[in-house]
């Protein structure tokens, strides 16, 4: 069973930056990708982004540009840098670990709230 933990949300004016954190308890390396999704109040969860264990990422149009995922295999933590915030980036934000299987696993959550 993996456990992730999230960090790095918090309360931001429109155009800051927020880095988030995902601390995993095995190795990351062994994950086949690491992914943040967020979840906006009354909508679906949705994909933010993605990386593979070979490096290879993927955003949602919505975040081009403005997101980064990274990850530090020496510290099995996946980031999430944040720019150029928006009102409309406000949600919950979910790390994932895919496994072989594929098995998924999720962290508790971090809230992130854009707002002036």
């Known amino acids: 069973q993996v456990q992730l933990v999230e960090s790095g949300g918090g309360l931001v004016q429109p155009g800051g930056s927020l880095r988030l954190s995902c601390a995993a308890s095995?190795?990351?390396?062994?994950?086949?990708?690491m992914g943040w999704f967020r979840q906006a109040p009354g909508k679906q969860r949705e994909l933010v982004a993605t990386i593979t264990n070979g490096g290879n990422t993927h955003y949602v149009d919505s975040v081009k540009g403005r997101f980064t995922i990274s990850r530090d295999n020496a510290k099995n933590t996946v980031y999430l840098q944040m720019n150029s915030l928006k009102p409309e980036d406000t949600a919950v934000y979910y790390c994932r670990a895919e496994k072989w299987g594929p098995r998924y696993y999720w962290g508790q959550g971090t809230q992130v709230t854009v707002s002036s």
């Open positions: 095995e190795s990351i390396f062994s994950m086949n990708a």
